[in-house]
């Protein structure tokens, strides 16, 4: 159920299209052509803006929050916006990062087009809802309410709060948490589907991924987010060849994020040359990445072989990025800090690193990788009272590496699983821990696992609809 619409539908591409050339923006004129894009968004709600081929002098930051548009190039080598400064000289954020070194917000988020909002602090979690009246176990799909105003085929949202024991993050890791002190009131949340109604009694289209307890304040709300079908497509995002300038020095050279707001939005044939990052994740749901380039020139190498910060980055629930191509070193190629039941699939790095970044992530997969060479596969860091670099559930399924890489004992806990992945690690088939199966990359079926598992769903709602449809058979 990853990605745009669960997987079930195609992007919705509106019909009515407008062009930013009948707002004024001219392609290779050198000029500043911010304004002209900002008076084709405000004016192509419910449209496709057509950005022709040609660059684009970009000078600020462009926002999405209407539903139903789609910003459309002519392809990521053909369409490109060109960027001059990052966003910290455009809207300063200095911070200080967990270890207390003085940097910008926008090192690790933001982008220069945006969708959606930011949602931050005790909003995260509804302060009314529908309380449950007891709790549910991991993989359960009823849960049962004390009050029901909800119907068939609603969209709802399941928020668990932390207790002031921790012990939800505490589940999360099953056990082994580590330095959590930065987790304090942690919030998690899974979207259902209603399928039955029986008085109190909601079953859901699918299970839970987690235990429901009392004791976490469970919550149903409705699933409404205010801005979706938002794509955005054939663009490429060009960014000054200079040296990239080193870990929590990055200006905001950043291309796109999907914020959390946001949900079954898309962007599609992306190629991002130079940026200080590749596009982000930022609390949203059911969004897609799609064929992503991301690359850099020779003169953007620092002494230590990195081109940015975090290349690609997860930071929401039930999200998919397949097709990615990491021609650049990052210092965390693939991130999924805090993401719940999102994907990266069928891509490709000459080393790739898959930085899980802390901050409870949880039932993430990653499937049918070219990992290149395989000295730095599990690297990963993040602020370190955040908990270990990954909660459970965590599944690498058909990665291929040169070499074999060792596995880190501190990645998280044991309720890991590992298929047709060449470690210097044992075999383990524990139900209760470790699940390593060196199975040959060239000999498991299936090859991505996320595919044929999204091919199973589809073909199981096929067949659910069909018996529907067909005629009772006669008295």
Not at 166 to 192: A, E, M, N, P
Not at 458 to 463: G, K
């Amino acid at each position: 159920m990853a990605g745009y619409r669960r997987g079930e539908e195609s992007y919705r591409i509106p019909i009515a299209e407008i062009s930013v050339k009948d707002f004024g923006a001219k392609a290779d004129d050198g000029h500043d052509d911010t304004d002209a894009f900002l008076r084709a968004i405000h004016a192509g709600k419910g449209k496709t803006i057509v950005v022709p081929a040609g660059r684009y002098h970009i000078d600020r930051p462009l926002e999405f929050h209407q539903s139903g548009t789609v910003l459309r190039g002519a392809g990521s080598t053909q369409t490109l916006l060109v960027f001059s400064r990052g966003l910290e000289d455009i809207e300063p954020r200095p911070l200080k990062n967990d270890g207390g070194t003085e940097t910008s917000d926008w090192s690790w988020r933001g982008g220069f087009v945006r969708v959606g909002s930011e949602i931050k602090g005790p909003a995260r979690f509804p302060s009314h809802g529908s309380p449950l009246t007891q709790g549910a176990k991991r993989g359960d799909r009823e849960i049962i309410l004390q009050q029901n105003d909800f119907r068939v085929g609603d969209e709802l949202v399941l928020h668990l709060r932390d207790d002031e024991h921790s012990s939800l993050v505490d589940y999360l890791y099953r056990g082994k948490s580590g330095d959590t002190r930065g987790l304090k009131g942690w919030t998690c949340r899974q979207i259902f589907r209603v399928r039955k109604i029986e008085g109190m009694r909601l079953t859901l289209d699918r299970p839970l991924r987690f235990d429901v307890r009392m004791e976490w304040s469970p919550t149903l709300t409705p699933f409404t987010p205010e801005v979706m079908d938002v794509g955005i497509e054939g663009i490429g995002f060009e960014f000054p060849a200079v040296l990239y300038p080193g870990h929590f020095r990055e200006r905001g050279m950043n291309p796109l994020t999907f914020l959390a707001t946001a949900a079954h939005c898309w962007a599609r044939d992306i190629h991002v040359r130079n940026g200080d990052n590749g596009p982000f994740i930022e609390g949203a749901a059911f969004c897609t990445l799609e064929n992503i380039v991301l690359s850099a020139d020779a003169a953007r190498i620092d002494r230590h072989g990195h081109t940015g910060h975090h290349g690609i980055t997860i930071m929401g629930d039930d999200c998919l990025c397949r097709g990615f191509d990491l021609q650049a070193r990052f210092i965390h190629d693939l991130t999924v800090q805090s993401a719940i039941g999102s994907v990266f699939a069928s891509g490709r790095a000459p080393d790739l690193a898959i930085d899980h970044h802390r901050w409870a992530p949880y039932e993430n997969l990653f499937t049918h990788i070219d990992a290149g060479e395989g000295t730095r596969l599990f690297e990963s860091s993040g602020g370190g009272n955040r908990g270990l670099h990954t909660a459970a559930g965590a599944t690498f399924w058909n990665i291929r590496t040169k070499r074999r890489p060792a596995w880190p004992s501190h990645l998280g806990p044991d309720q890991i699983q590992v298929v047709a992945v060449a470690l210097n690690a044992p075999e383990s088939t524990s139900s209760e821990g470790r699940w390593f199966e060196n199975i040959p990359a060239t000999e498991i079926i299936p090859q991505d696992l996320h595919s044929a598992m999204a091919a199973a769903a589809r073909a199981a709602v096929a067949n659910a609809a069909t018996i529907k449809t067909e005629p009772s058979p006669p008295d």
